[in-house]
């Protein structure tokens, strides 16, 4: 436990002098309360624009807060999910490259404890990056448009960052298997492509897909209670997180093994 609490300070820290805890956070702030604006100043945002035949009036349906927040988490789904990705390709590489790998593992330290400080401290940074630019999301929509319960708000959050820890899991275990930084990133992006595909392609048979962890924190939204495939789809979700953070422990174990 010594050993791994260690880690996790020296991740912190690391994270803190890359500025991640800056530039993360901000990044998403931005893409969350631009859907609240966005929608709020579309008018304007037409009009300004020009090109409109003279006396044109512009008549925009005035979204629900609900809805704003939907949208908002379309776009953690596929922006955020692309700079999840690129803010953690080099968790593992970047050590590797260096050399900084080999003097740690030096150490009395197992593969488990390695991986477990480097995905408790990645999924700490997204996590709290992602709540605070959705909190900050909520207070714009709460203002510019309908009232949004808080209630609703957390618990819709809370099924979101589900995906989150799957989305850790899963750049973690191909981290362990390239040394490319970019290979990781198009790898991990390529691989959740295909499962939302697979989603979209084969809704009967992928009710269980991690991807569907947008559509049940929607309902919450909008119909205010526990969707039905909920608990199906959260658990199967924290199933996959275990397995392919075990599956992350025993290729480092091997590859470190075998010195590569």
């Given at each position: 436990?010594?050993?791994?609490?260690?880690?996790?300070?020296?991740?912190m820290k690391?994270?803190?002098?890359?500025?991640?805890?800056?530039?993360?956070?901000?990044?998403?702030?931005?893409?969350?309360?631009?859907?609240?604006?966005?929608?709020?100043?579309?008018?304007?945002?037409?009009?300004?624009?020009?090109?409109?035949?003279?006396?044109?009036?512009?008549?925009?349906?005035?979204?629900?807060?609900?809805?704003?927040?939907?949208?908002?988490?379309?776009?953690?789904?596929?922006?955020?999910?692309?700079?999840?990705?690129?803010?953690?390709?080099?968790?593992?590489?970047?050590?590797?490259?260096?050399?900084?790998?080999a003097f740690?593992?030096?150490?009395?330290?197992?593969?488990?404890?390695?991986?477990?400080?480097?995905?408790?401290?990645?999924?700490?940074?997204?996590?709290?990056?992602?709540?605070?630019?959705?909190?900050?999301?909520?207070?714009?929509?709460?203002?510019?448009?309908?009232?949004?319960?808080?209630?609703?708000?957390?618990?819709?959050?809370?099924?979101?960052?589900?995906?989150?820890?799957?989305?850790?899991?899963?750049?973690?275990?191909?981290?362990?298997?390239?040394?490319?930084?970019?290979?990781?990133?198009?790898?991990?992006?390529?691989?959740?492509?295909?499962?939302?595909?697979?989603?979209?392609?084969?809704?009967?048979?992928?009710?269980?897909?991690?991807?569907?962890?947008?559509?049940?924190?929607?309902?919450?939204?909008?119909?205010?209670?526990?969707?039905?495939?909920?608990?199906?789809?959260?658990?199967?979700?924290?199933?996959?997180?275990?397995?392919?953070?075990?599956?992350?422990?025993?290729?480092?174990?091997?590859f470190e093994?075998?010195?590569?």
């Amino acid at each position: 436990m010594r050993n791994f609490i260690i880690l996790f300070k020296k991740e912190m820290k690391e994270s803190a002098r890359s500025g991640k805890w800056v530039w993360l956070p901000i990044v998403l702030m931005v893409i969350g309360i631009s859907q609240p604006l966005t929608n709020y100043y579309m008018p304007q945002i037409l009009e300004m624009a020009g090109n409109l035949p003279e006396g044109a009036v512009i008549e925009i349906p005035m979204p629900s807060g609900e809805e704003v927040l939907i949208g908002t988490l379309s776009q953690y789904g596929t922006i955020g999910t692309l700079l999840f990705v690129l803010s953690m390709m080099n968790v593992i590489s970047h050590e590797r490259q260096t050399g900084s790998l080999a003097f740690v593992m030096v150490r009395p330290v197992s593969a488990f404890q390695y991986i477990a400080s480097k995905y408790v401290a990645q999924l700490c940074i997204l996590l709290v990056s992602l709540a605070a630019s959705y909190i900050l999301t909520w207070y714009y929509t709460n203002i510019l448009f309908d009232h949004v319960a808080w209630t609703l708000m957390l618990a819709s959050l809370a099924v979101y960052s589900l995906w989150i820890v799957f989305l850790v899991a899963v750049t973690l275990f191909v981290g362990t298997l390239l040394r490319s930084s970019g290979g990781i990133a198009g790898v991990s992006v390529v691989f959740l492509s295909v499962i939302s595909l697979l989603t979209t392609l084969l809704p009967k048979y992928m009710d269980w897909s991690p991807v569907n962890l947008r559509a049940e924190a929607s309902n919450i939204l909008l119909e205010g209670e526990w969707g039905s495939s909920a608990t199906l789809v959260s658990l199967s979700t924290l199933a996959l997180s275990v397995l392919f953070f075990g599956l992350a422990v025993y290729m480092f174990k091997k590859f470190e093994r075998f010195g590569e």
